[in-house]
């Protein structure tokens, strides 16, 4: 690996649709989902030097409570570096946050598919795609659609990847009630072992079609059918849809909600509105070939 450093940016994502349809005999549940990057980014800086063994450090302000051996970007940098067989090394990675922790915005995974790329662009390119999606499975299941990024369907426990059409062009209004934490663990156990009916056929038509409507009438979230009654994130939901959002959903597990909008005024005007009770940002869908290494 060559001495360098890399700052790239690691995009949050969105569930449009996620479905629980079984549990496998490994013990994780059979999802389907799809999966949206959007344009809120949290800013990483990786650099590799010459070391004496294997030396990984993070410098995170805003996770500064968290061992930084549970990092997960400390474990997707081991999981590289072991991969890559590299032993002599000193990674230093430094993460600057703006997505909101465990609020289903998949932060985490962005910030470890992020250090994977850039080790990997140290390396010059020493594996595939394909090859970075496995390490990345190993490190968590939204880690391959992290590296892939776009507009992806996901199955399996997440780990299967397939592009689709993209989301048409749209404001999207994310949005983490303040306090609220959600256990994904403790989300999936109260699912129901033998899944819920599939529905993501209506979901690739509507993408397919570039039709948002039908986009937003084929949202789905398995999850929400085991959240707590009058939660904090069900009634974000509902004050978005009562802004005007087309649609409104959580996403992933929670607690963090989101809601698409037709216009940027109606989107910000929704942002004013639920300030003070929630962590508000305004985004919109982010493409698989936006310039997320800054050179």
Known sequence: MENGKITILAPAKINLYFGVTGMRSDGYHEVETVLQSVNLFDRLTVSASEGNGREVSVLCRELSDVPESENIAYKAAQAYLSAAEEDNIKVEITIEKKIPDGAGFGGGSSDAAAVIIALNTL????FSLAELFEIGATVGAD?????????????????VLESCAPMPDCCIVLAVPNGEKVST?????AMDDAGYPSEIGAMLSALSECDMKKIASAMKNDFERVQEDG???????????????VAAMLSGSGAGVFGIF???KAAKAAKEALDDEAKVFVC??????YAYVEK
């Open 123 to 126: 390396s010059g390119d020493r």
């Open 143 to 159: 880690v391959p659609f992290c590296i892939k990024k776009g507009t992806v369907k996901a199955t399996g426990f997440g780990e």
């Open 185 to 189: 663990a403790q989300a999936y156990a």
């Open 231 to 245: 939660c904090a994130s069900a009634q974000l939901k509902e004050k978005l849809l009562s802004l005007g959002a």
């Open 262 to 264: 037709d216009s940027v």
């Open 284 to 289: 919109a869908p982010a493409r698989r070939d």
